[in-house]
């Protein structure tokens, strides 16, 4: 079945086609019409007043005692006026010129105005407009005129006050005001509508501006029916300051509407009515929290000791918090501070007169301070810490309280970071802050390792407080805290050539510092100390001097050891920077090898103490984090990238309780060792050495030295042959981009540098007849120490900084 | 006697008017500028003996027209600004702009006849 379109009828379409086109035309042409009349009307409005304006002026400024022509001049516009006035548009136009003006003229010039305005009978029209049934004429009409002050006008506008159009009535209200003084009584007097706040405003704003003014007394309307005229008078009674109506007032306390109350509280309390107190304690119980507020606010004000009773038991019963702690306000503002802070205070604190502890608070701070490093050193608990500061606390003068305040949280965080010190210095001799880029700040260092100046600073942190004792012992401590790094980089920087030693730790620190507290007398110990590490250190200085002397490689091709040292310290400020600028994932390893290198020149005090030291691996690090899968597969890439390090460490896995890693471990290490055993030094050679190295008293001497660097020559001959393949250690594998730039003699020098310095420690450790056990558990220990150290190390920087920046 | 010239800048035209008429009757030439643009045209080819300006005015405000006059044209003619109550801020400008005088509307024309005079007095 075919579906056919449906039928269209042409004409109708053409038909509404036509109506809207018609209607849209109709529309256009009103729109046109409509606002060439309206531009139209503007335009002559504009002609009108351009003709007016100085017809008007001339009325104006019209006087009496002018010449001849200007009065000629001013009969002429009198009778030209008149002509325009019969035109009731230039009528229309003449008012709307004149309430303009009157706006913007003040003084003669208006009265002036007001006078024209009347005498060219233009109030007729106003009070036509009275007549009209629209209420926007009505209004407009009462606005004229009360603007344009016809006073005459006032018998017929006041009769509008009570007009149900409330336009009509709010203007007829105003206009009542405005045009006679005793508008506002007859107002008050007879409006029976309310009075908005808006209304009343304006009401007043009218009143205001009236000159001479002489207001009539308000009390009279206390006692209209209408509330808001009560309401208004209340407010003009105190607008006006007319205070004799004190017993109405007091009466009205009681009204039963609220704003009416409130007002008669504040009128109250403004004018000082003591009768009204016994009225106002009435009324209290039953009124609403806003009005007691109120009510206990005009207590405050007027109230005296007999009312401390009343607001008691306010206080005792009272549940409203507002109410209650405004009791409380009242009764300290009647008595002064028979209430005190109760909350948040520590009863706890036992208060001492502060007069009889008149001591300076510079003194009290520095017993604070020597308390904490008392404390420190006893091992006291932090609880201890604060409540010594909190006694203190309560002599501090508040002059410097908040300051005190600071410096004594300040101080304690700094303690937490140096007790953290402290613990690893327990652990470790030294603390190892050699990462840091101190080359250039050798001779600070130097004047600071000087214990005398140290034991000045102390002194005189005693001494010297109040406002400078922050900076000062802020600076002792930092002082501290750069001689422990200090004591280990100057004598690095004295013994450059070692700097590429290992890591050593020593194990009687403990029993150094249980003497150094035994004693009482760190200062001096630390001297001694300090001593007896410069002269090991010169041993191991002119031992590895005389090692270089014998070196292999040629000399003029060989760089001073000085030049070593400052390259490793270069290698130093590469790994500083690179540290600084990113996250550089390498950055870990190259930081711990420059460690390892700087640490070199903490070289230990006790030979006795030496633990065995292989190296650090990278490998050790990974293993700790990941999981059995992942473990298995670094110990495949240990077999391909491994040294000596990772032999050391492999051993330590063949102990894994992870049966699978220590199997493969030991797998590994088989084939590490096999790979590596051709190119270590050999067994016999050691032994030799060790030999050699037990036959004397002093391991350094000069003899013995000698045949040490002749087996260790030929032990690093071997080890550079075993790094021509793979040309760096493991942890500067990562280096070899950046080190591209160097030629195959700088790598091989650098390289040397580093194997030799393991071999050296062999010789050292060997010296010292460490079996194998005991290196294995060094080892562990040096490992666990490692770690932690490097994660403080690392945070140090940063915790350093957050604790400065407060 | 020789008649002072006076620019009265003023956009109100009525106002504009009266205040002519009775600055006239004062005894003064009075040039009438409805906006900034008048005055800024006016004060390129003739220097008058005090100005009279609004302050809210079309184009260019009475600010404008004290710093056009007192550094553009590093002239030191006295001002008087007529401005609305209420405008204090505007007339502090004014003063630190270089203004000799304000008068706040309603205006009184006798007392603005009287601080032109005494302005004129004063140069």
């Known amino acids: 079945m075919l579906i056919s379109a449906p039928k269209i009828h042409t004409d109708l379409l053409w038909d509404l086609t036509i109506l809207f086109s018609g209607l849209g035309i109709l529309f256009f042409a009103f729109v046109f019409i409509f606002r060439n009349r309206l531009s139209a009307k503007r335009s002559k409005v504009s002609h009108q007043k351009k003709i007016l304006a100085p017809i008007i002026s001339n009325f104006l400024f019209y006087e009496t005692d002018s010449t001849k022509e200007e009065n000629y001049e001013y009969i002429k516009l009198k009778i030209e006026i008149r002509d325009l006035l019969k035109s009731p548009f230039s009528r229309l136009v003449l ?96 409006t029976r509508y309310g009075i908005s706040e808006w209304q009343q405003l304006k009401l007043l704003d009218v009143l205001r501006n009236f000159e001479d003014f002489s207001p009539p007394r308000f009390k009279a309307w206390l006692t209209s029916k209408n509330r808001d005229v009560v309401l208004f008078a209340l407010r003009l009674i105190k607008h006006y300051n007319q205070n004799d109506a004190n017993k109405s007032m007091i009466e009205l306390v009681k009204h039963r509407n609220d704003q009416i109350k409130s007002e008669a509280i504040q009128c109250i309390k403004d004018f000082g009515v003591f009768e009204a107190l016994y009225t106002l304690k ?127 949280c300040f101080m304690e965080e700094l303690d937490d970071i140096l007790t953290e010190f402290n613990e690893l210095d327990k652990e470790v001799d030294y603390l190892p802050l050699n990462f840091l880029p101190l080359v250039s700040e050798e001779e600070e260092l130097k004047s600071n390792t000087d214990p005398k100046t140290d ?67 760190e200062n001096i110990l630390a001297i001694e100390v300090n001593e007896e590490e410069v002269i090991q250190e010169e041993g191991i200085a002119n031992l590895h001097k005389k090692f270089l002397e014998v070196d292999c490689l040629p000399k003029q091709e060989l760089e001073s050891s000085d030049t070593i040292a400052q390259k490793s310290m270069d290698w130093m400020a590469y790994v500083n920077e690179s540290q600084g600028s990113g996250n550089n994932p390498q950055s870990t390893a190259l930081d711990e090898s420059a460690r390892y290198d700087n640490s070199a020149g903490d070289d230990n005090k ?78 016999t050679t050691m032994e030799q050495i060790t030999t050699n190295a037990q036959g004397v008293e002093n391991p350094y001497s000069n003899e013995e030295e000698v045949n040490v660097i002749s087996s260790l020559n030929k032990s690093s001959e071997g080890f550079t042959d075993i790094k021509e393949e793979n040309m760096m250690p493991l942890e500067y594998c990562f280096l070899d981009d950046s080190t591209s730039e160097h030629d195959n003699y700088q790598k091989h020098l650098f390289e040397l540098d580093f194997e030799l310095m393991d071999t050296a420690l062999e010789v050292i450790k060997t010296g010292l007849q460490l079996d194998e056990t005991e290196k294995e558990e060094n080892d562990k220990e040096e490992d666990i120490i490692f770690g932690s150290l490097l994660r403080n190390l690392i945070l140090l920087p940063k915790k350093l900084k957050e604790k400065f920046n407060g | 006697m020789v008649k002072k010239n006076l620019l009265l800048a003023e956009d109100d035209e009525l106002l504009a008017s009266l205040l002519d008429y009775r600055l006239q009757k004062g005894g003064y030439n009075v040039h009438l500028a409805k906006d900034g643009r008048d005055v800024k045209e006016y004060l390129k080819t003739a220097t008058p003996d005090i100005i009279v300006s609004d302050i809210m005015m079309p184009y260019f405000s009475g600010i404008e027209l004290i710093d056009y006059v007192r550094n553009q044209l590093n002239s030191k003619i006295p001002i008087i600004i007529i401005s609305s109550a209420g405008n204090e801020e505007n007339v502090l400008s004014a003063f630190e702009l270089g203004a000799n005088d304000f008068i706040s509307k309603p205006v009184s024309p006798s007392e603005l006849l009287v601080r032109v005079g005494r302005e004129l007095n004063k140069k």
């Not at chain 1, 105005?113 to 009978?121: A, F, R, T």
């Not at chain 1, 005459?152 to 506008?157: E, L, P, Q």
């Not at chain 1, 490998?619 to 059995?628: M, S």
């Not at chain 1, 899968?629 to 894994?656: C, Q, Y």
């Open chain 1, 95 to 190: 008012t709307e010129i004149l309430l303009d003006l009157q706006k913007d003229l003040s003084g003669d010039s208006r009265n002036r105005l007001y006078k024209l305005y009347q005498d060219l009978e233009l109030h007729l029209d106003a009070f036509k407009k009275l007549k009209s049934w629209r209420w926007e004429l009505v209004s407009k009409g009462i606005l004229e005129l009360a603007q344009m002050r016809v006073l005459v006008a006032y018998g017929f506008i006041k009769k509008f006050i009570n007009d149900k159009r409330g336009v009509v009535r709010k203007q007829a209200q105003i206009a009542t005001v405005t045009l006679k003084h005793e508008g506002i009584a007859y107002f008050l007097d007879t």
């Open chain 1, 282 to 408: 009435s009324v209290f119980r039953n009124s609403k929290v806003d009005i007691k507020l109120q009510i206990l606010d005009t207590i405050s004000s007027l109230g005296k000791e007999e009312d401390l009773e009343f607001l008691q038991t306010i206080v005792n019963k009272e549940s409203n918090f507002l109410v209650k702690s405004k009791a409380i306000s009242t009764i300290n503002a009647i008595a002064p501070e028979t209430f005190i802070p109760t909350e948040g205070i520590d009863k706890n604190i036992a208060t001492k007169n502060f007069e009889n502890n008149v001591e300076d608070n510079s003194t009290q701070l520095s017993e604070v301070m020597n308390n904490n490093e008392l404390n420190k050193d006893d091992g006291l608990p932090a609880s201890d810490h604060e409540e010594d500061t909190l006694d203190i606390q309560d002599h501090l003068d508040p002059e410097f309280e908040d300051e005190i305040i600071f410096d004594l």
């Open chain 1, 455 to 521: 034991e000045n600073s102390d002194v005189e942190r005693k001494e010297i407080l109040k406002e400078e004792s922050f900076k000062e012992e802020l600076e002792a401590i930092l002082d501290k805290i750069k001689t422990h790094n200090t004591d280990n980089v100057v004598e690095g920087e004295k013994d450059s050539d070692l700097e590429f030693l290992p890591f050593v730790v020593e194990t009687n620190v403990e029993e150094k510092s249980e003497d150094l507290v035994e004693t009482d007398n």
């Open chain 1, 606 to 683: 006790d030979d006795n103490s030496i633990p065995a030291f292989y190296g650090f691996s990278i490998f050790q690090e990974l293993f700790r984090t990941c999981d059995t899968e992942s473990k298995l597969i670094l110990l495949d890439e240990i077999l391909a990238v491994g040294d000596e390090k990772e032999v050391h460490f492999l051993k330590t896995l063949l102990d894994d309780r992870n049966k699978k890693v220590s199997a493969k471990a030991e797998l590994i290490l088989k084939e590490l060792q096999n790979l590596l055993t051709p190119e270590m030094p050999d067994e």
